[in-house]
């Protein structure tokens, strides 16, 4: 036990002694030169680029979503669209799963077991018998 505390104490100093060697925000040691990272100059002939304004780039390529030539229309056809088929999906889709029949009988079963065991407890008779079947009405093979 004696011998693990050393070895964590050793670790821990030869890290702090690494920490201390290393400037602040590096993890680990580069293989290059330090220097920033010049791009590269633009080739001859080629004008400065102009940033446009948002709206001017929206106006030459607008997001199109096949509604309509117009813009304006296509964006809120596609709107009006997504929201009734959400809507629709949503409601249509609760509604059919909420009104779906029994499935496998289940509820069918257990009214239908409550009800017998309700008979055979007002008969005075055990809710389980040892034969499924009456031994009286089965043909059974003769003794061998």
């Known amino acids: 036990m004696a011998a693990l505390g050393r070895s964590l104490r050793s670790l821990r100093a030869l890290g702090a002694l690494r920490a201390l060697r290393a400037p602040l925000g590096t993890r680990g040691r580069s293989s290059g030169a330090t220097g920033a990272v010049a791009l590269p ?30 813009p304006g229309a296509d964006a809120l056809n596609m709107r009006a669209v997504f929201l009734s088929g959400v809507s629709v999906a949503i409601v249509l889709g609760t509604l059919f799963l909420a009104y779906l029949p029994d499935y496998g009988l289940q509820q069918w079963a257990r009214r239908e077991a409550e009800l017998r065991v309700r008979e055979r407890e007002a008969r005075g008779e055990p809710l389980l018998t040892p034969n499924y079947y009456d031994p009286a009405h089965l043909a059974l093979p003769p003794p061998s």
């Open 41 to 70: 100059p633009a080739p001859l002939g080629a004008e400065p680029h102009e940033v446009e304004p948002m709206l001017e780039a929206q106006r030459k390529n607008p997001d199109y979503h096949g509604f309509s030539p117009d």
